[in-house]
């Protein structure tokens, strides 16, 4: 990202301006007049609640436009990864940050119990990074000083931490943002709050009660407000959220409105609840940050060692230059006055410098003064007669990077590491002193330890750190290079089945999986339920769709294990005759129009058009038809990807009047159309209208295309397209797919769907208890215990019953 939304070295704060962020409409929140309080709430209920379900598939459509980086990438809040649209998403299947990203609901959709629109609201709904999303679980958001993070990995770090509540008013494991993106969750909590008033007392989930006071005002439990009002005003509106709010407007038809009117909050929760609220108030000015009453830490530095920071300052409606003056001859400023034109509506920076020929403990007040307003934020920082060494970094539960500040003309220091007073094994070490960190390994989960440096003359401070305290997960795999795990069925039969496996950490106790109706759930293939038990140690199941009525059906897979609960991982399944079209396109226009390029809304989908006629007296029964062929660049494109695959393509087509033939590509394309297959070309020669069939039998997502390469004017009618015919969604992509093992009826069962193969079967102690060659499928009945089967490439755990 080129650019910050804050400086995150800092926490300002700031009372929201009555101002008008967004573009709505000039009349949109014109009933919201004059209310305060809980009727205000209610009132945006009723402005803003209605709105276009885009469907939880949509949201990938929607993140196309309103999560979008200046690069064209996906910007995602829970990793520093910028992601590729379409081709890095998925459901699950991640083991590392950085694998792919995902649909994270910020309010957790546990919270109201997967209920709709709410499901599907792209206003709380965000792209992020997998690992990171099933960390966050659906713990509350909150701030934890002594969280941990998940680990990074190649080059990509996570952004946010999880750990135990130290906000006032609440212990509980909470997931903590980076400062960056409070104010962003803040504005999607209180928008809920206002889309769905009416109906919100009723989430009381035991996850939603960490937070909500199951009542339509105030909402939130008063921890929560506190917490949510101090991000709001702490992390101001970026152009990021006004970008978002436009982009999801134009496709669910309302906004957020704390976007628009930051304002709002304070009338709701905050310190205009009293009053009642206008869009058109007068506009006070105001600093915005640094907040009034403030502190800004400067950490600690060496004596007669300059040590720099930052100050951003934000102001609205300022008709005079803001002052600045420091208290303290220790603390200097690179400038002490600064334009009004340079503060209202953006941000100036001024950097702070501390400085002291002594060893103290100094503190200031910094004064910023414009017209009458008087701001004042109180500095701190700390000189030594030694290294400056400062707060670890990326704390986990077994590590920590320890950081300093090389002073000059020093080249190497010695790090101390210890346990309660004890140097750890592998310290003291020798780092260079121009390093400024060192990673620290092979910790104890949720034990305090200190550091210190040292050189021929000096020590720096002691520095205290506590590591992480273990954090339950349970990701849930599968096998198969899509991102989405789809299942197919003819209609009235079950589907195939799919194999699903767990990898957990600290996790103990048995595990609870849960699937909607009508999904099922089996750790043996004969048995199937939507709640299932795995035992310690048992780390697989399969998973199905009953037999059903044609349609598209979704669940997300719930694993619980004691209070952790994940519902992360979706599984779909499309039940449909594949011999049937369930794609019709008629090209039945309601009037002809000229040749050119359209967006024409069909009776399948809505098509973008590209030098093409429309005539609604053509076609094959004379009630419409799509004509090429005034250039050869005529063009007919899906604009959205058609799902369950496609079976084959069909349509009718002809020369129009006696113009010559004409050749149409018929392509689709499984990545938003970065690149196109070609499924054939319709040779169009007849003057009597010729039907085309394609077959392409390719499974997911794609859009379909219809593109003339040469001759002159046709016309095409009845644009068909059949569902993909296999009957699962997921390809054996490693050799480990190719054979299963699990229980049955008290016997272990090996399945080889390859050639034969060696595999030998242990128990806990390592004893081989059976060593055979398996073609198809073996039978060994064992006692009931734990196993352990292996090919000599890949092993599986099998719990026998």
């Not at 695959?645 to 394309?669: C, H, L, M």
Request: net charge negative; with cysteine.
């Amino acid at each position: 990202m080129t650019s910050m939304k804050r400086l995150l070295s800092l926490l300002p704060s700031f009372l929201m301006a009555a101002v008008l962020w967004g573009a709505a409409p000039s009349d949109y929140y014109k009933s919201c007049e004059g209310k305060k309080a809980a009727d205000l709430l209610s009132a945006l209920c009723k402005v803003v609640g209605p709105h276009t379900n885009v469907g939880y598939k949509g949201l990938w459509d929607v993140y196309g436009s309103s999560d979008i980086d200046e690069n064209g990438k996906i910007w995602d809040m829970y990793s520093t990864k910028r992601w590729t649209f379409r081709k890095e998403q998925c459901g699950s299947g991640y083991t590392k940050v950085g694998d792919c990203y995902n649909r994270e609901h910020s309010l957790p959709k546990s919270w109201f119990n997967d209920a709709s629109p709410m499901y599907s609201d792209a206003f709380h709904i965000y792209p992020t990074d997998g690992k990171v999303n099933g960390q966050r679980s659906n713990h509350p958001y909150g701030e934890c000083a002594n969280g941990s993070s998940v680990a990074a990995a190649n080059g990509v770090k996570p952004l946010g931490k999880l750990g135990a509540s130290t906000f006032p008013g609440y212990s509980g494991t909470v997931f903590e943002p980076v400062d960056e993106y409070k104010g962003d969750f803040a504005r999607s909590y209180f928008y809920m709050a206002a889309a769905y008033n009416d109906r919100i007392a009723s989430w009381n989930a035991t996850e939603a009660r960490a937070m909500l006071d199951q009542n339509s005002y105030p909402v939130f439990d008063a921890w929560a407000v506190s917490l949510l009002l101090k991000w709001h005003r702490q992390d101001p509106v970026s152009q990021k959220e006004i970008d978002r709010n436009e982009a999801i407007s134009k496709y669910q038809g309302n906004r957020n409105p704390f976007i628009d009117h930051p304002d709002l909050a304070e009338h709701i929760w905050g310190d205009k609840k009293t009053e009642g609220w206008h869009s058109s108030a007068v506009q006070q000015p105001v600093i915005n940050l640094p907040l009034n009453g403030s502190t800004v830490n400067f950490g600690v530095t060496a004596v007669n060692y300059p040590l720099q920071v930052p100050v951003r300052i934000e102001g609205m409606n300022l008709t005079s230059a803001v002052s600045l003056t420091v208290s303290s001859s220790d603390f200097s400023l690179s400038r002490t006055s600064v334009p009004a034109a340079e503060i209202n509506g953006s941000a100036a920076t001024v950097n702070v410098t501390f400085r002291s020929s002594t060893a103290k403990n100094a503190t200031a007040v910094l004064t910023l003064t414009s017209g009458s307003l008087v701001t004042k934020v109180k500095l701190t920082a700390s000189a030594i007669n030694g290294i400056p060494a400062h707060e670890a970094a990326y704390v986990t539960e077994d590590s920590f990077t320890a950081c300093w500040t090389g002073l000059a003309g020093d080249s190497d220091y010695t790090l101390t590491v210890s346990l309660n007073g004890t140097p750890i094994s592998g310290y003291p070490v020798t780092v260079r002193a121009d390093d400024g960190r060192h990673i620290v390994t092979g910790l104890e989960p949720g034990t305090t330890y200190t550091y210190q440096l040292s050189s021929a003359t000096m020590k720096s401070n002691i520095v205290t750190v506590t590591t992480a305290v273990p954090q339950p997960s349970i990701d849930i795999m599968h096998y198969g290079s899509d991102s989405r795990v789809v299942l197919t069925a003819m209609p009235g039969e079950p589907s195939d089945c799919e194999e699903f496996w767990l990898e957990t950490e600290n996790i103990d106790s048995e595990i609870t999986l849960s699937v909607n109706s009508p999904f099922e759930l089996s750790t043996d293939k004969a048995e199937w339920t939507r709640t299932l038990i795995l035992r310690p140690m048992e780390d697989r199941f399969y998973i199905r769709i009953a037999a059903s009525p044609a349609g598209h059906y979704e669940t997300f897979i719930t694993a619980t294990a004691g209070s952790y609960s994940t519902d992360d991982s979706m599984v779909e399944a499309i039940v449909t005759d594949p011999s049937v079209p369930t794609f019709i396109e008629t090209f039945n226009p309601i009037g002809s129009t000229s040749y050119g390029n359209h967006v024409y809304k069909g009776s399948a989908t809505t098509w973008n058009c590209k030098d093409v006629l429309f005539s609604a007296s053509e076609g094959v029964d004379k009630t419409g038809a799509v004509r090429f062929g005034k250039t050869t660049s005529s063009s007919i494109t899906t604009a959205s990807a058609k799902p369950a695959g496609i079976g084959t393509i069909s349509f009718q087509a002809k020369r129009f009047g006696t113009d010559d033939d004409a050749v149409i590509e018929v392509e689709y394309s499984a990545d938003s159309g970065q690149t196109w297959q070609s499924a054939g070309k319709a040779e169009i020669s007849s003057s009597a209208y010729t039907e085309f069939t394609f077959p392409v039998n390719v499974k997911g997502d794609n859009l379909i295309r219809l593109r003339q390469t040469s001759g002159e004017r046709v016309n095409i009618d009845n644009f068909t397209v059949t569902d993909y015919a296999g009957q699962s969604a997921i390809e054996i992509v490693d050799d480990i797919q190719t054979w299963e093992a699990y229980s049955l009826g008290g016997s272990l069962v090996i399945e080889n769907h390859g050639e034969a193969s060696r595999f030998i079967v242990y128990n806990l102690e390592g004893m081989i208890l059976a060593d055979r060659t398996v073609s198809g499928s073996a039978t060994l009945p064992l006692t009931p215990g734990f196993y352990i089967v292996s090919n000599l490439t890949d092993i599986r755990r099998v719990v026998v019953k």
